[in-house]
């Protein structure tokens, strides 16, 4: 149980392009899903939290225009990096948990997607 | 500020060796930690520790919580080849958001 769908997991763009990319939670409901973004040998660092329903939660530094994200149902979020230039290029993490009432679930995460822009 | 701190960084031993991973955390509002396995892909989920001094095991894995000092450790005991990844420790900070740290990328040799 508790399988995250992450797709595309491989994205190769001119610059200019908004590039949509969806987490899906599989087997289970997600009133929350979470968007990392990885950087080669560092650390996942929490971009936005997603919440169904309603808007989401930007971590410092983030830009809410630049990363647009919908969490439309409880089982499928999306974040869209528009007007993507190369800085932009990274590996994208989506997480989801399951909401059983209680707090300090697990997050489960997708396989990622790596963006390049060129 | 959050800080949670990894060590080593980088670690290689020979297959049957036994490894301890450290993880140092502060956190504001500190309520669970978890440890994932990272190989290429997106990380796998291995242990939610809530409690102090009690140990989860999983097979040769093992980990333990110290809230008092903040910091747990990842035991790997008679470690294979396909252990080699990074292992990541993220606290809880309030009620959903993990703060991962660095990782620490174990390389096992045969």
């Known amino acids: 149980g508790a399988v995250v769908s992450q797709h595309p997991s491989w994205v190769i763009c001119k610059s200019g392009t908004s590039v949509k990319i969806e987490c899906r939670s599989l087997?289970?409901?997600?009133?929350?899903m979470f968007w990392y973004r990885q950087f080669p040998k560092q650390s996942l660092m929490l971009m936005a939290t997603s919440n169904e329903g309603s808007k989401a939660t930007y971590e410092q530094g983030v830009e809410k225009d630049k990363f647009l994200i919908n969490h439309a149902s409880l089982t499928l979020s999306t974040l869209t990096v528009t007007s993507a230039h190369p800085e932009d290029s990274s590996f994208y993490i989506c997480?989801?948990?399951?909401?059983?009432?209680?707090?300090?679930?697990?997050?489960?995460f997708g396989d990622g997607t790596r963006l390049s822009i060129l | 500020e959050d800080k949670v701190v990894q060590s080593p960084l980088s670690l290689v031993v020979h297959e049957g060796d036994t490894v301890t991973l450290n993880c140092s955390y502060e956190?504001?509002?500190?309520?669970?930690l978890l440890w994932y396995k990272q190989e290429k892909k997106a990380p796998t989920f291995l242990f939610m520790l809530?409690?102090?001094?009690i140990e989860k095991k999983s097979g040769r894995l093992s980990s333990i919580l110290d809230k008092k000092e903040l910091f747990s450790i990842l035991n790997i005991t008679a470690t294979q080849t396909g252990d080699s990844a990074v292992y990541l420790c993220?606290?809880?900070?309030?009620?959903?958001?993990?703060?991962f740290g660095q990782g620490t990328r174990l390389t096992i040799n045969p």
């Open positions: 087997d289970f409901q997600a009133t929350t």
């Open positions: 956190v504001t509002n500190f309520r669970s």
């Open positions: 997480s989801a948990r399951a909401d059983r009432g209680r707090q300090n679930q697990p997050q489960h």
């Open positions: 993220a606290p809880f900070q309030g009620a959903q958001k993990l703060v």
């Open positions: 809530t409690s102090s001094g």
